[in-house]
C-alpha cells in the first residue's frame, strides 16, 4: 500500500539553528500538507500546497517557516530559527485532490534545545 | 469552521463493538463527516467519510443522523490495534482538515 515517508524520524537541533524536514508524498497526489502536533495537544494544520504554491496557510505558519517542492518526489518544510516553542511532532499529508481522504506520515519529532 | 462534539474517552472490550458518537448541530449542507483516527505515536489516518447516506468499509460504518445533526462511528468488533483517538471533523470539499479533541478509546482484553 502507498505510503507517505517522512525523515529524519527524530531531529534534535538547537535554539536558532535551521532544520529542514522532509516528506515524499504518495506519488500520484496533487494535495500536499503540513501539520504540528505539541506533545499532548492538538493536530494542528500549518500549511497547504497544490501546483508549486502555497494554497493556505495558518496563523502558526510565520516568516520563519516555508515550504518548498524542491523535485518531483519531495516536499520539505524548513524552519529558518527555530524556537524551543517548535519542539513538535510534525506530519506530512498529501491527497489527490482536497475532496479526498488524507495520508499522513509518520511525523518527524523535532526536538529544540 | 462548524464545530463538533465527542466524548472525551470511551473504554470497549475486544471483539465488542463499539459506537462512538459526534454531535453537529451547525452542520451546513455542503459539510462532510470525516473520522480519522491517531494510535499511539503514529499520524492520522483516515476511517471513513459521508455526506447523508451511511457508509460503510473494510474499516468500520457510518451511521448519519436524518438531519445530519450527529453521527456515529461504528467499529463492528474492537481489536487492541483499534485503541486510539478517534477524531470526527466537519469538512467542505476544498477545506483543510481541522482536528479537534477527539475521543480516546481504550480497548481491553
Known amino acids: 500500500e502507498p505510503e507517505v515517508t517522512q525523515t529524519p524520524s527524530h531531529q534534535v537541533t538547537q535554539m536558532g539553528q535551521e532544520v529542514i524536514l522532509r516528506c515524499v508524498p504518495i506519488?500520484?497526489?496533487?494535495?500536499f500538507y503540513w501539520y504540528r502536533q505539541i506533545l499532548g495537544q492538538k493536530v494542528e494544520f500549518l500549511v497547504s500546497?497544490?501546483?508549486?504554491?502555497?494554497?493556505?496557510k495558518s496563523e502558526i505558519f510565520d516568516d520563519q517557516f516555508s515550504v518548498e517542492r524542491p523535485d518531483g518526489s519531495n516536499f520539505t518544510l524548513k524552519i529558518r530559527s527555530t524556537k524551543l516553542e517548535d519542539s513538535a511532532m510534525y506530519f506530512c499529508?498529501?491527497?489527490?485532490?482536497?475532496?479526498?481522504?488524507?495520508?499522513f506520515g509518520q511525523g518527524t519529532r523535532l526536538t529544540v534545545v | 469552521d462548524a464545530k463538533t462534539t465527542q466524548p472525551n474517552s470511551m473504554e470497549s472490550n475486544e471483539e465488542e463493538p463499539v459506537h462512538l458518537p459526534c454531535n453537529h448541530s451547525?452542520?451546513?449542507?455542503?459539510?462532510?463527516i470525516h473520522w480519522y483516527r491517531q494510535l499511539p505515536s503514529q499520524g492520522p489516518e483516515y476511517v471513513i467519510h459521508?455526506?447523508?447516506s451511511n457508509v460503510n468499509n473494510r474499516m468500520a460504518s457510518l451511521a448519519i443522523a436524518e438531519d445530519r445533526k450527529s453521527s456515529t462511528l461504528i467499529l463492528h468488533r474492537a481489536t487492541l490495534r483499534d485503541a486510539a483517538v478517534y477524531y470526527c471533523?466537519?469538512?467542505?470539499?476544498?477545506?483543510?482538515?481541522?482536528f479537534g479533541t477527539g475521543t480516546r478509546l481504550q480497548v481491553f482484553p
Open positions: 500546497f497544490y501546483n508549486n504554491e502555497i494554497s493556505e
Open positions: 459521508g455526506l447523508t
Open positions: 471533523i466537519l469538512k467542505r470539499n476544498t477545506d483543510k482538515l481541522i
Open positions: 506519488s500520484n497526489h496533487l494535495y
Open positions: 499529508a498529501s491527497s489527490e485532490a482536497p475532496s479526498t481522504e488524507a495520508f
Open positions: 451547525t452542520i451546513s449542507g455542503t459539510d462532510y
